[in-house]
């Protein structure tokens, strides 16, 4: 009795036909080309065996979580080449509002114009500098006017103005009188904006972080490195 065909796993001749008796147990077995009138798949029908599959498989599930994995990371690390919103230049008071040495609280309104411009009010802290080595992290030509943000590095609590430079009240981190980190969790001075003089005021025209010695830093966000190893590895510390 011809109980089955066995066409092969994969579709490769010859193919068997067998003969049981009547217990199952097979008597006879031949093997042959195809059967006229049945139909095959022919092996290059799918190009690939099972193995084939499950290797290219692994390679594509592989490449996608590789993908899912990688990405946030060089959105990291990217991010502050291509983001952020180009900063609007803002008044930050009349020249003679400034006097030497001493630090005055400004509150900026950037983009003053948009509906949620109260939020995005910032403040700085801006001091005249009777000599240009008062401030020992100014910039070429920026240093007749410090103006510092009040961002801490640490979290970015506001910082507070003391006699010997700024505080910050959250977590004890402190900083001298041009911003350099003196001590506690902040990883780098404070930002600094940059300035010009239009007419008899001092604008505020863009924002950028210091590196520990003082050079400018890409603008990051509190809490980011912008000096060393730490800087490449970010969030990683070595
Ligand atoms: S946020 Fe300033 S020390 Fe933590």
Same mark, same amino acid.
Request: proline share 8%; with cysteine; hydrophobic share 35%.
């Given at each position: 009795?011809?109980?089955?065909?066995?066409?092969?796993?994969?579709?490769?001749?010859?193919?068997?036909?067998?003969?049981?008796?009547? /217990?199952?147990?097979?008597? +006879?077995?031949?093997?042959?080309?195809?059967?006229?009138?049945?139909?095959?798949? +022919?092996?290059?029908?799918?190009?690939?065996?099972?193995?084939?599959?499950?290797?290219?498989?692994?390679?594509?599930?592989?490449?996608?979580?590789?993908?899912?994995?990688?990405?946030?990371?060089?959105?990291?690390? #990217?991010?502050?080449?291509?983001?952020?919103?180009?900063?609007?230049?803002?008044? #930050?008071g009349k020249l003679d509002e400034f006097k030497?040495? /001493?630090?005055v609280?400004?509150? #900026?309104?950037?983009?003053?114009?948009?509906?949620?411009?109260?939020?995005?009010?910032?403040?700085?802290?801006v001091?005249?500098?009777?000599?240009?080595?008062?401030?020992?992290?100014?910039?070429?030509?920026?240093?007749?006017?410090?103006?510092?943000?009040?961002?801490?590095?640490?979290?970015?609590?506001?910082?507070?103005?003391?006699?010997?430079?700024?505080?910050?009240?959250?977590?004890?981190?402190?900083?001298?009188?041009?911003?350099?980190?003196?001590?506690?969790?902040?990883?780098?001075?404070?930002?600094?904006?940059?300035?010009?003089?239009?007419?008899?005021?001092l604008? +505020?025209?863009?924002?950028?972080?210091?590196?520990?010695?003082?050079?400018?830093?890409?603008?990051?966000?509190?809490?980011?490195?912008?000096?060393?190893?730490?800087?490449?590895?970010?969030?990683?510390?070595?």
């Amino acid at each position: 009795m011809l109980r089955a065909l066995y066409p092969g796993r994969h579709r490769r001749f010859p193919v068997y036909t067998r003969n049981f008796d009547d /217990e199952g147990a097979i008597v +006879a077995e031949q093997a042959h080309g195809p059967i006229p009138g049945r139909e095959y798949l +022919a092996p290059t029908d799918s190009g690939m065996s099972r193995g084939q599959f499950l290797t290219a498989a692994s390679i594509g599930v592989g490449g996608i979580m590789g993908a899912l994995i990688a990405a946030p990371v060089a959105g990291m690390a #990217l991010g502050p080449v291509f983001g952020g919103e180009k900063f609007e230049p803002v008044v #930050l008071g009349k020249l003679d509002e400034f006097k030497d040495g /001493e630090f005055v609280k400004v509150v #900026l309104h950037p983009h003053g114009d948009k509906p949620d411009a109260y939020v995005r009010k910032k403040v700085a802290f801006v001091r005249r500098n009777k000599d240009a080595k008062d401030d020992s992290l100014a910039l070429d030509g920026q240093e007749e006017f410090s103006v510092v943000s009040n961002v801490c590095m640490h979290l970015g609590c506001p910082v507070q103005a003391s006699n010997t430079g700024f505080v910050c009240p959250c977590h004890g981190g402190s900083y001298n009188k041009d911003g350099a980190r003196q001590a506690g969790p902040p990883v780098r001075p404070l930002d600094r904006y940059k300035w010009e003089k239009r007419g008899d005021e001092l604008w +505020a025209t863009d924002i950028y972080a210091l590196k520990n010695d003082g050079g400018k830093a890409t603008h990051r966000d509190p809490g980011q490195h912008t000096s060393g190893l730490e800087s490449w590895f970010y969030p990683l510390q070595p």
